[in-house]
């Protein structure tokens, strides 16, 4: 980028910034919007979009109101002002991304879950569009991201995450995409680019966290396997997507071990809701191995939590701090067991 024939160093965000706004020259653009072409994927706090959109002017030399480029609405958002002239109507409208999309790694290891991600892996072999549906906490992305990886290999031009989490308007969930390949999309709205990117690829995308956005990730994955027929699409939601060509694979619960008194150590770590209960309790920071004793109160604990991943997490991440027993004291008051955690409880 030049001004008055010189260089500009811009930071990354900020140069986001900028091309969004130049792609959407005197339009009204919201915080959301915004942060999603910057940080794709990370929920921020206002300051920081406070202070990249103060650096851009900055760079552009904005220091009066007659040499103004970005006005703020106040409680709305802000509006590129300055005129905006397009030098060649031949010009690339979508750059290829480099490097190629990556997944977010995985911390954990996969556990209970084999069956499934094979399955899964079967059926997008021969399907292109299926959604892993299942109740919050249950392991949906889990499950995604260890097919996304056993598939990598399979797509010449990779996979891409694309988590639909931080969303708040479903308007941005294209938007998303296009962060989340690495595009730079010119004078044209996300769809057309994204479709004319990907006509020709044989990639893997997958649509994470969607069920607040439904109807949205539904049209946009409707479109792309219009446009794409090398594209896979792969998406987890608490609820079916209700598009076209969609299949379903529904997550159960992971498999618990019976309530009984005489149940051993052994007995109960062939069942995958204890393996991970005892694992993720080791992670925290004491060393834990599961004993004849235990056994049947860990067996509760899980059953307790329904075999919801999530909530087996949470509660093994508080042995270090109450041991098995406390924590199975406290689950008649199960909300305050589940979120009173430790501020550092093992990620997901």
């Known amino acids: 980028m030049l001004r008055d024939e010189r260089p500009v160093h811009l930071g990354s965000r900020a140069f986001a910034l900028l091309k969004a706004f130049v792609e959407h020259a005197g339009e009204l653009l919201d915080r959301e919007m915004l942060a999603a072409r910057a940080w794709p994927g990370l929920s921020i ?6 202070a990249q959109i103060a650096a851009l002017r900055r760079a552009l030399g904005e220091d009066t109101a007659s040499n103004s480029y970005v006005m703020t609405v106040p409680g709305r958002g802000y509006r590129f002002i300055a005129p905006v002239t397009r030098s060649s109507s031949t010009m690339p409208r979508v750059e290829s991304p480099n490097p190629r999309p990556r997944l977010p790694r995985r911390l954990t290891r996969l556990i209970g879950r084999s069956d499934v991600v094979a399955m ?8 292109r569009f299926l959604t892993i549906v299942g109740p919050g906490g249950i392991g949906k992305t889990t499950v995604a991201l260890a097919v996304a990886s056993e598939l990598m290999s399979s797509y010449a031009d990779g996979v891409a995450f694309v988590d639909l989490a931080p969303l708040r308007e479903p308007r941005l969930v294209p938007h998303a995409l296009v962060s989340a390949l ?11 680019a994204l479709n004319s990117y990907l006509r020709d690829k044989q990639m893997l ?3 994470d966290n969607c069920e607040h956005v439904v109807e949205a990730a539904a049209r946009l994955a409707e479109d792309v396997l219009k446009a794409a027929p090398g594209v896979h699409i792969l998406a987890t939601s608490r609820e079916p ?5 969609e299949r379903l694979q529904r997550l159960l619960p992971l498999e618990t071990a019976p309530v009984s008194a005489e149940l051993t150590a052994v007995e109960a770590f062939a069942f995958p809701a204890v393996q991970l209960f005892v694992e993720r ?9 599961l004993t004849d004793a235990d056994a049947p109160i860990v067996a509760q604990i899980c059953q307790r939590m329904d075999g919801i991943a999530l909530a087996i997490e949470l509660a093994a991440g508080r ?4 041991g098995v027993r406390g ?10 067991l589940l979120t009173s955690g430790r501020r550092t409880a093992f990620p997901r």
């Open 45 to 50: 706090e206002e300051s920081n979009l406070r």
């Open 120 to 127: 899964v892996c079967g059926r997008l072999r021969l399907r």
């Open 182 to 192: 690495g595009l730079d999309i010119r004078s044209e709205g996300p769809s057309p």
């Open 205 to 207: 995308l997958l649509f």
């Open 241 to 245: 997507l209700g598009a076209q060509d």
């Open 281 to 289: 309790a080791a992670a925290g920071g004491e060393a834990y191995g």
């Open 319 to 322: 042995v270090d701090a109450f």
């Open 327 to 336: 924590v199975a004291a406290q689950l008649d008051d199960r909300f305050h």
